[in-house]
Structures are given as C-alpha cells and as structure tokens.
C-alpha cells in the first residue's frame, strides 16, 4: 500500500498552484515575509503572492480567501507560504511550515480545473485533498490531520505510509508512522465553526421567523457568517435554580424577541441536567473553557462569527427591557 502511494505521489501529477491570497479578517500580530526577505504587517484587503510566508505572532488570526476557491483560517503562532513559483509545474498548493490552519476547498472550483490536485505539504505529510474541510496542527513531535468533511490522503514523508481520513476522523503522523484514523473528539468535532465562509458561499437566505435556542453551535455559526450577526451563547444548568424556566422565560420576552432577531443567533448549552445527554453536556463544558474559561454557572457570552468573544454578563434578568439593554452595552463597549 505505502509503495503504491508513493509511486502515485511521485507521477507527474498536476497540482494546483494557489497564486494569490487575499486577507479578509485579521487579529493581533500578523506579518508577511515577502521572498527577498522583506517583512511588513498584514492587514484586511492585503494580498499575499508566490514566495510569501504568512507568519503569526502568539495573539495573531487571519482569515484569507484562495484565488483558486476556497478559504484559510490561520491560528495563533503558525507560519503559511505560498510556494515560489517556479517554471516547472508546483509539487504543494500550499505549505504549512508550523502551527495550525483550517482550510475549505471548494469542491467545485477544484472539478472546474480537470485532474488537478490540491495538495499540501506540512513538515511530517504531503496531504491530497478534493474538496474538503480540514485542519491541519504540527507539533514537536506529530502532525495531526482532521477532517470535518470530505477526504484527505495523508502520506507520510518519513515513514512513507499512507491512510485515508475521512469525514469524522483525525490522523496523527509521526516520523515513524501514519497510523489508522481515529474519530473526533467533542472538542475537535465543534471546530468545525472556525472555518471561514467564502463569498460563494453565502447562500442561506435570511430567516423572516424567529429562532429560538440551538444546542447545533456550527450551525449557528455558518448561519451568523451568512446572515452578519453575532452569536449569543448561554451556559445554563438545568439542575440549578430552576434556569432552563429562567430561559423560556427571557425567550417569551417581546422586547428580548425582536432584538434577539434583528442581532443574533442563540445557542443554549446546558452542562448539566438529568435529560441533558452526555455528548451535549461535554460539548457545553468544551465551550464554556473556551469562551468563558474563568466563569462558572449560568452566563450570556457574545461571540463574533470568527470566534472571537465580544462580551459577556452572568447577570441574566428575566425582565426584557433590562436584558436587552444589558446585551446592547456590551455590544457598544466592544466597538
């Protein structure tokens, strides 16, 4: 199997070769190193070329658009380069020199070029993707490679193996070997709100109805992506207090209603509760030490759609008028 795949690897193989890269979103410290060496900060509307390295510092994001289709969200101290161009055919699309990304490749604009391949090489795989979501994380000691949907080759560098992740499973490569795939985490499965949406994309049309509380947060984020809202979280128990009553309670609230439906989406995460299912409540533990990890018991956090946490209050008032006006000054603080 491990010959076979590299004898694939090594025919010649037409790669897609990702000319530009377009800045849409970015946070904190982001530089881009050009090919001669030269160093300046990135910013929203930038474009990033053949030979760039896109670096980020230990607070710096960055969202970017592919010319060839498809999206990137590069997280905190990570380094990206768009190959050099060469007069040879390119052998990676892109390459991942440390760090994290998540990356969507349009299955569509990919099937518009013929045979072509998206491949990327990170420091342990060459990774062959059509048409996917992934992330791709290295380390000291391990690639590891997830795949949220659709299919990625994962071929070791090293060991010269191969496996197939598909939806669902991640694949960690060492220097020695690219074992089996495993399933997802809850903690790795609810990333899959962290990739951005391209242009193309945005085809949910807004809803004229009222939402209530989802427990579905990737959903709620595509949709908030789509229609430019923020994404209104509340952690709650439903063992404590009587709080799942205190949220129908605020849900029923006209004034909460209408602001709720011109501003955001709501997600509900219960950690707690006799009919709480196990898979919910671990997510809702995962979400509440991410988005709110010095806070406990019930809370209203306010997220932007890169997931980025705009403000937060454990004050829930039952009254409407009070917790409108609470949710509209944290939203005023954070411009």
């Known amino acids: 199997m491990a010959l076979l795949f590299s004898a694939i690897f090594c025919r010649a193989q037409s790669v897609v070769e990702v000319a530009q890269m377009t800045l849409t979103w970015n946070k904190g410290d982001v530089k881009v190193v050009a090919g ?57 699309s892109l390459e991942l020199l440390k760090g994290k990304l998540f990356i ?50 994962v071929f070791g560098l090293v060991s010269k193996q191969t496996q197939m992740a598909r939806t669902g499973t991640v694949v960690e490569v060492s220097s020695r070997s690219v074992p089996a795939p495993r399933k ?49 979280l509340y952690f709650c128990s439903s063992t404590a207090m009587g709080k799942a009553s205190t949220r129908a309670v605020i849900t029923a609230e006209p004034a909460f209603k209408k602001y709720a439906r011109e501003n955001f989406i709501l997600v509900a995460f219960d950690f707690q509760g006799a009919k709480v299912p196990n898979k919910l409540a671990d997510l809702s533990k995962q979400m509440m030490k991410q988005f709110s990890p010095d806070g406990g018991g019930e809370q209203l956090v306010i997220i932007d759609t890169h997931g980025e946490v705009v403000g937060k209050t454990g004050n829930v008032s039952e009254n409407g008028d ?11 603080k954070a411009k």
């Open 184 to 232: 997802f985490t809850t903690a790795e499965e609810a990333q899959e709100a962290m990739y951005p949406i391209s242009e193309t994309a945005l085809d949910i049309a807004p809803s004229a109805t009222f939402s209530t509380w989802s427990t579905d947060f990737v959903g709620a984020m595509e949709k908030a992506k789509a229609r430019k809202k923020l994404i209104l």
């Open 322 to 332: 009070k917790l409108v006006a609470d949710l509209k000054a944290i939203v005023e």
């Open 104 to 153: 969507s490749v349009e299955a569509a604009a990919l099937k518009a070029k013929g045979k072509q391949e998206f491949r990327i090489k990170t420091p342990a795989t060459i990774l062959a993707v059509k048409g996917t979501k992934f992330f791709a994380m290295t380390s000291d000691t391990q690639d590891t490679i997830g795949v949220h949907q659709g299919e990625v080759s």
């Open 36 to 92: 001669d060496g030269a160093t300046r900060d990135a910013y929203s509307g930038n474009t990033l070329a053949a030979g760039d390295v896109l670096k980020t510092g230990k607070t710096g994001k960055v969202e970017l658009n592919m010319q060839s289709g498809g999206t990137v969200r590069v997280e905190p101290d990570s380094e990206l380069k768009l190959p050099e161009k060469k007069t040879d055919a390119p052998q990676q």
